[in-house]
């Protein structure tokens, strides 16, 4: 009797596949080709840039040098291929050479650094104080206000005995020239008597000149000249005296007329 055996190569394991069904100790359930492998997906490592993830990574200890098999190849910390950028432009002459040391140096280092600040420093008080004097200036009078401020008078133009007005500051300003019987009579007054007591001596410091401003004591009306009981000045307003001294002697004026301040030159009375 023939039988027949017919066998295929390409086919076996799959024949093999289905026919074998129970699991022995010589063979495999599974039969190998009968299943794809999958395969295998390797996630790439999450970027560590926190502060935290990158301490991690940081030697916290001292850094210990390890030679052998079993030891890691290499671990870098520094780089030497970064471009660094010369500065050496910036850098003082003296210090340029790597090889020089920076004691030998410092005095004349200094001196530059001391030189520069101190340069510095005077300048920026220099600024400052023209900024301070420029600002106070614009809180000052203007030229024409200070220009009216002073006046000047030519004595010569003032005959004996006569008493003229100025304008002054926005003020009548009398200048009397006295004569030698004005100058004894009010020198003579007794001052106790006066409602403001003055002396004559301190009034006028020229006696041959009397100046006060033309503004009464009492409301401020502008008295006449050589008027009144006392050869003065008359503020007919409510009627008050003053004499050739400018000193209230009748009436309700309670005070002498001003003195501005004043100085004498040859022949000028400067007042302001
Ligand atoms: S204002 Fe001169 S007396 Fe009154």
Request: charged fraction near 20%; proline fraction near 5%; include cysteine.
């Given at each position: 009797m023939l039988s027949y055996i017919g066998r295929s190569s390409q086919l076996a394991p799959t024949l093999k596949g289905s026919a074998q069904a129970v699991a022995s100790?010589?063979?495999?359930?599974v039969v190998p080709g009968a299943f794809e492998e999958a395969a295998v997906v390797v996630q790439p490592l999450p970027l560590l840039l926190t502060t935290t993830a990158m301490a991690k990574r940081c030697p916290t200890g001292p850094i210990k040098a390890k030679a052998g098999i079993?030891?890691?190849?290499q671990v870098r910390?520094?780089?030497?291929d970064i471009q660094v950028p010369d500065f050496g432009a910036y850098r003082r002459d003296d210090v340029k050479?790597?090889?020089?040391?920076a004691g030998e140096s410092a005095s004349s280092r200094r001196s530059f650094t001391y030189m520069l600040v101190g340069g510095g420093t005077v300048g920026g008080i220099y600024s400052a104080k023209s900024v301070v004097t420029q600002f106070v200036s614009t809180m000052s009078a203007t030229a024409d206000v200070l220009a009216l401020a002073k006046i000047e008078i030519k004595l010569d133009d003032i005959p004996e005995g006569k008493s003229v007005t100025f304008k002054w500051r926005g003020k009548p300003l009398f200048v009397r020239h006295r004569t030698d019987e004005e100058i004894e009579t009010e020198g003579n007054?007794?001052?106790?008597?006066?409602?403001?007591p003055e002396h004559d001596s301190i009034r006028c410091t020229d006696p041959k000149w009397l100046v006060v401003?033309?503004?009464?004591?009492?409301?401020?009306c502008v008295p006449i000249a050589d008027a009144g009981d006392f050869g003065g000045y008359y503020c007919p307003c409510h009627g008050s005296h003053y004499d050739a001294a400018g000193r209230?002697?009748?009436?309700?004026?309670?005070?002498n007329l001003e003195v501005p301040v004043h100085i004498f030159t040859d022949d000028l009375l400067i007042v302001g």
């Open positions: 100790g010589l063979r495999n359930t079993a030891a890691s190849s910390y520094a780089h030497t050479d790597s090889r020089s040391k007054v007794d001052v106790a008597s006066l409602r403001d401003l033309g503004v009464c004591t009492h409301l401020g209230i002697r009748k009436g309700p004026a309670p005070l």
